[in-house]
């Protein structure tokens, strides 16, 4: 069984950064692929971003909306995964959660282990 808790989110002016935390326990993160997501109010998730297991290559993939801007990494000493937001919009407000996906990330279409959301908004 894994727990994840995501921290990091707050209140920032457009283009700032923030640097969001998914903390595991209960299990090696290292050993999954992880994916982060956000959910905007009156829109439908997204999934923003993976990195697949240290086996794997720790492989990365980004949504459009956030290739060139945020940035997927592993902190093993944390036993976290990290998901770095540079360049902030208005836009990228939501609430940003970490799931592990069933399979891998490219192929991934469901999820499981969702942590609490943390909260992101961008606003002047």
């Known amino acids: 069984q894994v727990h994840l808790v995501e921290s990091g989110g707050g209140l920032v002016q457009p283009g700032g950064s923030l640097r969001l935390s998914c903390a595991g326990s209960?299990?090696?993160?290292?050993?999954?692929?992880v994916a982060w997501f956000r959910q905007a109010p009156g829109k439908e998730r997204e999934r923003i971003s993976c990195?697949?297991?240290?086996?794997?290559?720790?492989?990365?993939y980004y949504a459009d909306s956030a290739k060139g801007r945020f940035t997927i990494s592993r902190d093993n000493a944390e036993n976290a995964v990290i998901l770095q937001l540079n360049g902030l919009k208005p836009e990228d407000t939501a609430v940003y959660s970490c799931a592990l996906p069933l399979g891998p990330c490219g192929y991934a279409t469901d999820y499981e282990y969702w942590g609490q959301g943390t909260q992101v908004t961008v606003s002047s």
């Open positions: 990195i697949s297991s240290s086996m794997s290559g720790s492989n990365t």
């Open positions: 209960g299990s090696s993160l290292d050993d999954y692929a």
